[in-house]
């Protein structure tokens, strides 16, 4: 959990959806889905907070270069239903990256600080399952879907994901 102890306290200066196009998905809830980050004091990488890809359960970050490539959050719902009804496996090439900085959806992450992170975990299972960025106004949950991550804000994608894990014992926070 080295990587979250690094980011806390830094400000988020530009802040991105990456999605694995959601191909023939039903539901928005599930949508792989990850944000990423872009620091004032590193403003040349994307800090990616998902689930460690080689055992689909616990926190990680990722750090990549600032995509070339990318959508706006005009383009993100259009694209997301065009997915979802898509009939045409062929067309999923990679992830796709979306920047959010204007979406007043995320208004009281942008240009704040992380002030706390939180690891969630199950009592009785010794792994976090997921990880909440807490900013002054607004908090970011990331954890384990059945596509690969999800994630909620206060204002974006309120799917109450954790009752799921509720299933496997009591939840509780844990400050890093």
Same mark, same amino acid.
Do not use: C
């Given at each position: ?6 980011i806390? +306290? ?7 959806l990456?999605i694995w196009?959601?191909? +023939?998905?039903? @539901? @928005?809830? *599930? ?7 872009v620091?004032?004091e ?9 689930i ?17 490539n990318?959508?706006s959050w005009?383009d ?16 999923i090439? *990679?992830?796709?990256?979306y ?7 995320f208004?009281n992450?942008?240009?704040n600080?992380?002030e706390d992170?939180?690891l ?5 299972i010794?792994?976090p399952?997921?990880v909440?960025?807490?900013?002054? $106004? $607004? ?12 994630v909620?804000s ?12 509720? *299933? ?9």
């Amino acid at each position: 959990m080295k990587g979250f102890k690094n980011i806390k +306290g830094k400000v988020v200066e530009r802040l991105f959806l990456i999605i694995w196009p959601p191909w +023939g998905e039903k @539901q @928005q809830s *599930d949508l792989d889905i990850s944000f990423g980050f872009v620091f004032r004091e590193e403003s040349n990488y994307l800090y990616i907070i998902s689930i460690d890809k080689d055992e689909l359960w616990s926190p990680f970050i990722y750090i990549e270069t600032i995509p070339v490539n990318r959508y706006s959050w005009l383009d993100f719902y259009p694209r997301i239903n065009m997915w979802m009804n898509a009939k045409n496996e062929n067309m999923i090439i *990679d992830k796709e990256y979306y920047e959010v900085t204007k979406s007043d959806l995320f208004n009281n992450i942008l240009f704040n600080k992380i002030e706390d992170i939180e690891l969630l975990k199950v009592t009785n299972i010794p792994e976090p399952f997921g990880v909440k960025l807490i900013f002054k $106004d $607004d908090y970011i949950i990331s954890i384990p879907n059945w596509d690969g991550n999800t994630v909620e804000s206060k204002h974006f994608n309120k799917n109450h994901t954790i009752e799921i894990f509720s *299933d496997l014992g009591d939840i509780v926070y844990i400050k890093i």
